[in-house]
């Protein structure tokens, strides 16, 4: 029926609907009810870009000739509908796209086993009730669109269903609750990012055939039900980002073939199950930023397959368990932010594929286990506020190759020890201790530096001018220690071609003398600069107008430093920032109506200093507080300028 003239299109019509009214041909033609179905769904597509529908012609044989249709040869009814130009000729995924709603007339299909309407992006509006009746549906794929209002309880009838994809749309409300009742050959479940609410009906507990169940980025509540235990197929459970509460259920031990579990970002509480030992196949096990409390059971340590076991932001207390030591093929260990005591468990020396092992802010004691120093992998060691009582750093760490070493808060005291001069770390941080002595030269040798956090101990001397070695270093955090002399070095330190450049710089709380370098904003190495903090230091001198040329810069904090002269007006020539701490200066002049007008102002403060005139108008909220100090200033929101 190729390329027939036009004038002979209504003829072509009536024969079509004599063929299929007595049933003339072997191999039948589209069925009327299916092709008007389908023709509704395209008028409403409201635009369709890619023209993924072109072939979509009326007087044409849906189940021959057009893109993305199936049928059933003897009925002419159709099997598939699939994203018409899912692939291009070379068989790679080509974007896809539709703009439209979904027609209710898609529920005559009934014949259909395939609806693959999914990452068509924009599909809006109500999944239709009458999907319901598709009760031959095995795959429904409605995923990345935009799809709103709930899921119709209209579909728990389709219980021959294997697939059901509603993720990321702006599904809302609950799930219907019978919703599952007959879904008993339902392999995948995925309806995460989505705002559905409401509790996980315990009729999930049917689906014995279930694989993938993923919701997470939901609003879901309530507790978990315990009949997720009888999902003894599944693989992979996605339930974070949402709003659970209450306990894990101690049948999750039942699930010995799921391998990634991630329960994180909820409400659960209670303690970590021991059945979790029998969940065997576990190759994720991710609970973190929840209220679990209690013990983690000495059980997991069975979980010899386990490759992440993160579970910070917890409370969970006890000693770390010593079984640790068999989870033989973890890579990352996150057990930040709880309350685990006692010492750190020499059996984690076992684990030869431990690349991360974070134990920060917990309640653990000294001394590390020097046995540590056979993990040969290990790249990132983070034991920050712990009450290890350090003193020093144990010398054994520079037989690791680390990347990333924390040791913040750790009772760390005297000088840097010298062996850090040969190590390859890129991120080192140290703050929050009482070492004291110089800033060494020799720290200009360890030119992997990227971050370097010393913050809030007790140095005392000048920027050593090897400093300007560290071609890689671009967060630089020295504040609150009683560091003097210049900063200008830092200012035009060596730089790579693409990294290295500074992203935030913090000198405040220190002894640092002025004035800061005119040209600051010149330099190369500054021009993708986010933060700038010298507050309180002597500095002196002027602001340099050269800082408005920092396009990246959001926050600068200079105050009480003693600086004198105007606001420069180019400061505004900075259009991302958004916070200007300004105060306890000797700052004079008018205040430049640029700044207060930058369009992602937030914090804005300039009290106590010398400054004069009228405040001018701006649009952003700012308290009488940030300007007063200023004998010299009026207007809102100070009191009215006199004449
Ligand atoms: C329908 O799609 C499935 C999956 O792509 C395919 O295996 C099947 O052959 C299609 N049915 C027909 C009738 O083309
Ligand atoms: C198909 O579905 C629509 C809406 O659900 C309905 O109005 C129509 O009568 C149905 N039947 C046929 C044969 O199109
Ligand atoms: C999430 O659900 C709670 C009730 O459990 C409700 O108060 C809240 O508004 C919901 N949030 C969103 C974003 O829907
Ligand atoms: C599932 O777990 C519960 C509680 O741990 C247990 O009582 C039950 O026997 C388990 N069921 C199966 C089928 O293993
Ligand atoms: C520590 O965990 C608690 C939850 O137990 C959380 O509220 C808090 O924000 C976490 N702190 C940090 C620094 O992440
Ligand atoms: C953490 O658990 C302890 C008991 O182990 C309890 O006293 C404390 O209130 C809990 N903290 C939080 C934030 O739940
Ligand atoms: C910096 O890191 C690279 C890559 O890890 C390494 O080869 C090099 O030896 C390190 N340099 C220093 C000075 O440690
Ligand atoms: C730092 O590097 C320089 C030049 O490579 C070298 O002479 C010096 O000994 C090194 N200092 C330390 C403490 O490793
Ligand atoms: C450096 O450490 C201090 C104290 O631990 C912390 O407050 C600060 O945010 C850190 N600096 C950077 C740049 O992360
Ligand atoms: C530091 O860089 C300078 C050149 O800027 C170079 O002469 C000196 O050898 C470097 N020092 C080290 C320790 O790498
Ligand atoms: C601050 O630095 C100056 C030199 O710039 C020095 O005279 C003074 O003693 C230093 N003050 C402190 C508290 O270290
Ligand atoms: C910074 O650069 C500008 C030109 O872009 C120049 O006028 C100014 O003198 C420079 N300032 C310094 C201190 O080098």
């Not at 509704?40 to 072109?54: A, C, E, Q």
């Not at 009906?201 to 509540?221: K, Q, T, V």
């Not at 992203?503 to 709380?509: E, G, P, T």
């Not at 430049?592 to 937030?602: D, H, T």
Request: charged share 15%; proline share 7%.
């Amino acid at each position: 029926m190729a390329n027939h003239p036009t004038k002979y299109l209504l003829i072509l019509l009536v024969f079509h609907s004599i063929f299929f009214g007595f049933g003339i041909r072997q191999s039948r033609a589209c069925h009327p009810t299916d092709r008007e179905a389908l023709l509704d769904f395209k008028r409403r597509i409201t635009s369709d870009p890619l023209k993924l529908l072109h072939s979509w012609i009326p007087n044409k044989d849906c189940c021959t000739t057009w893109e993305g249709i199936a049928c059933d040869p003897s009925s002419g009814r159709v099997l598939n509908l699939t994203r018409p130009g899912l692939y291009s000729d070379s068989d790679s995924p080509v974007d896809t796209s539709l703009s439209g709603t979904l027609s209710p007339f898609l529920g005559n299909l009934s014949s259909l086993q395939i609806l693959d309407l999914g990452n068509l992006k924009n599909l809006k509006g109500h999944i239709p009730s009458e999907l319901g009746k598709l009760t031959n549906l095995r795959y429904m794929f409605l995923n990345s669109n935009d799809i709103e209002g709930s899921i119709p309880s209209s579909l728990e009838g389709l219980s021959r269903l294997q697939s059901l994809y509603l993720s990321n749309n702006h599904l809302m409300g609950p799930i219907p609750k019978d919703l599952f009742k007959k879904m008993t050959s339902l392999s995948q479940l995925w309806l995460a990012e989505n705002m559905l609410s409401g509790s996980i009906p315990p009729s999930i507990g049917i689906m014995l055939e279930l694989r993938y169940l993923d919701f997470h980025d939901n609003n879901f509540s309530g507790s978990m039900p315990e009949s997720i235990g009888r999902l003894q197929n599944l693989l992979h459970l996605d339930i974070s980002k949402n709003q659970l509460s209450g306990p894990i259920p101690g049948s999750i031990g039942n699930l010995s073939n799921l391998m990634a579990l991630d329960l994180s970002n909820n409400r659960l509480s209670g303690s970590i199950p021991p059945s979790i030992g029998n969940m065997k196949s576990l190759e994720f096990v991710v609970l973190s930023d929840n209220a679990l409390s209690g013990p983690l059971p000495t059980s997991i340590g069975h979980l010899q397959r386990a490759r992440s076991l993160i579970l910070e932001n917890n409370n969970l207390s006890g000693n770390i368990p010593t079984t640790i030591g068999n989870m033989a093929g973890l890579n990352a260990i996150y057990l930040s932010n709880n309350t685990f005591t006692g010492k750190i468990p020499p059996t984690l020396s076992r684990l030869e594929n431990l690349l991360t092992l974070d134990l920060s802010e917990n309640r653990l004691s000294g001394p590390i286990p020097p046995q540590l120093a056979t993990i040969r992998n290990l790249q990132d060691l983070d034991l920050s506020s712990n009450p290890l009582s350090l003193r020093t750093i144990p010398p054994w760490i520079q037989q690791l190759s680390l990347f990333r070493l924390h040791l913040r808060q750790t009772g760390l005291v005297g000088q840097l020890p010298g062996w850090l001069s040969s190590s390859s770390l890129s991120t080192l941080d140290l703050s929050d201790n009482s070492l004291t002595g110089k800033l060494p030269g020799w720290i200009g040798n360890m030119t992997n530096l990227s971050f370097l956090n010393l913050s809030n101990n007790k140095f005392h001397s000048s920027l050593p001018h090897q400093i300007q070695n560290l071609s890689l270093l671009s967060d630089l955090d020295l504040h609150s220690n009683m560091l003097s002399g210049r900063m200008t070095r830092l200012f035009s330190k060596a730089a790579g071609f693409a990294l290295g450049r500074f992203n935030s710089i913090d000198l405040s709380h220190n002894n640092f003398s002025g004035p800061i370098d005119a040209g600051i904003g010149n330099s190369t190495v500054m021009g993708y600069l986010g933060s700038l903090i010298l507050s309180h230091n002597p500095l002196g001198g002027t602001i340099p107008k050269s800082l408005g040329k920092l396009g990246y810069l959001q926050v600068l904090k200079l105050e009480g430093n003693g600086l004198s002269g105007e606001i420069p007006e180019e400061l505004a020539e900075a259009k991302l920032l958004g916070t200007v701490m300004l105060s306890e200066n000797s700052l004079s002049g008018k205040i430049p109506e640029g700044i207060l007008n930058l369009k992602n102002l937030k914090d804005f403060n300039v009290s106590s200093n010398r400054l004069s005139g009228k405040i001018p108008r701006h649009k952003i909220k700012i308290p009488v507080s940030s300007f007063a100090g200023n004998p010299g200033l009026c207007g809102a929101p100070l009191a009215p300028c006199k004449n």
